[in-house]
């Protein structure tokens, strides 16, 4: 039978007691006996748990501030559309548009960087270090 609200509710609390006492310092043994787990083992999984959840938490949160941010570059650029690209153009409302278009590409990954191949970077390394070696050799002979 699953878990009911209450014993879910329990378990979340007990996680982030634990959670807290770990932060806090406290050796897994204790925070078994103090929050009531079996034993250490399974205060360590409760623990790894709540910080799993939290990281969850984090990023739901930025997702949702990085989506309201989208809504506001939208609103802002249809504000400033039409004196931008209208019959009396206006170069400030297009330098506004033009920041609203750059903010969202940011917020929603076009402007991604781009990958670099770290094999081939490391092996340029490499053969630049070879490189010096060599030059440092004839200098010496």
Not at 60 to 79: G, M, P
Request: hydrophobic share 45%.
């Amino acid at each position: 039978m699953p878990a009911s609200p209450r014993q879910r509710l329990s378990a979340a609390e007990r996680r982030k007691q634990a959670l807290q006492a770990f932060l806090a310092g406290m050796d897994l043994r204790t925070i078994a006996q103090q929050v009531g787990y079996a034993d250490a083992s399974a205060a360590k999984k409760a623990i790894d748990r709540a910080i799993q959840e939290s990281i969850a938490r984090e990023e739901a949160d930025i997702d949702e501030l990085r989506q309201l941010e989208v809504l506001r570059y939208d609103r802002l650029q249809a504000a400033w559309w039409s004196a931008a690209i209208g019959k009396d153009r206006s170069h400030h409302a297009a330098r506004i548009v033009l920041e609203c278009i750059r903010g969202r590409s940011r917020l929603t990954g076009v402007e991604a960087p781009r990958r670099i191949n770290l094999d081939a970077q490391k092996l340029g390394d490499e053969i630049l270090a070879l490189m010096e070696e060599m030059r440092a050799e004839d200098d010496d002979g």
